[in-house]
């Protein structure tokens, strides 16, 4: 191993010139570049570079994730979640975002990521998001959108999950925080709905209130609301879709 190199937002343009701005919207807090050669070997050059950036929070670290490793890249079993890349392994831990670049074919890759993920500690932002989305059917893919989700101003750090289903294909939008954030979030959603004039029809399930949304551009959906979550469902107005969300979430309300 070789000296490990340090940056903050004020040179972090130094190793990633051009992208720091990126970094730095999306909650940078600092960089950690270390590059590897194998114990024993011969070669003065490293085969494996590590970076990790602290992105302050474990959705923000998501989010880079998504936006750096591609469409669709093939996941692998390191870290909270990590996908193969043409150069190495990308993953996310906590509030980590971690990019590992191998310089020879011959690295395993997958292994001293893995072992690297285990030297990590997820603190107390460890990144359960996941768990709060049904299982609908089949996953097709899962995206991050840091601000202006569906083109509403009050929209940020969403995730959306698309599935697919016996009766076509269904995407669940996810927007998580405080109870306070919900309320405030929710209370959005309702001037959003009075300003626009978009109709709405509360229906009453096990202690909360589920919102059918009349859309004519986007086809009617749901939104609901739990304790630290508010879920949009498009792709069907369908009421059977409800009780996914109604057993997962509990049926509590405030």
Do not use: C
């Amino acid at each position: 191993m070789s000296e490990a190199y340090r940056y903050t937002k004020e040179n972090l343009y130094e190793h990633v010139d051009g992208h720091a701005e990126y970094f730095i919207s999306a909650g940078f807090q600092g960089l950690t570049v270390t590059e590897y050669i194998p114990s024993g070997s011969t070669v003065t050059q490293a085969e494996i570079q590590v970076e990790v950036y602290d992105m302050g929070k474990s959705i923000q670290a998501f989010g880079v994730l998504a936006d750096e490793s591609g469409e669709n890249p093939p996941l692998v079993p390191v870290g909270t979640m990590g996908y193969k890349t043409s150069g190495g392994v990308n993953f996310i831990k906590g509030r980590y975002y971690v990019k590992i670049s191998v310089f020879s074919p011959k690295t395993p890759v997958i292994k001293f990521a893995k072992g690297f993920a285990d030297t990590l500690s997820t603190g107390q932002d460890s990144f359960q998001v996941f768990s709060k989305f049904p299982d609908l059917g089949k996953v097709e893919s899962t995206r991050f959108v840091k601000e202006g989700y569906r083109g509403l101003d009050f929209l940020h750090n969403v995730m959306e999950r698309e599935y697919s289903t016996g009766k076509g294909r269904i995407k669940v939008a996810l927007m998580s925080g405080s109870d306070l954030e919900i309320r405030s979030l929710m209370s959005s959603f309702l001037d959003y709905f009075g300003k626009s004039g978009m109709q709405y029809h509360i229906i009453e399930s096990s202690g909360r209130d589920v919102y059918r949304v009349i859309d004519k551009y986007e086809g009617n959906w749901f939104l609901i609301r739990s304790r630290d979550a508010i879920f949009g469902v498009f792709g069907t107005d369908d009421k059977e879709i409800l009780k996914y969300f109604i057993e997962k979430q509990g049926g509590e309300s405030s």
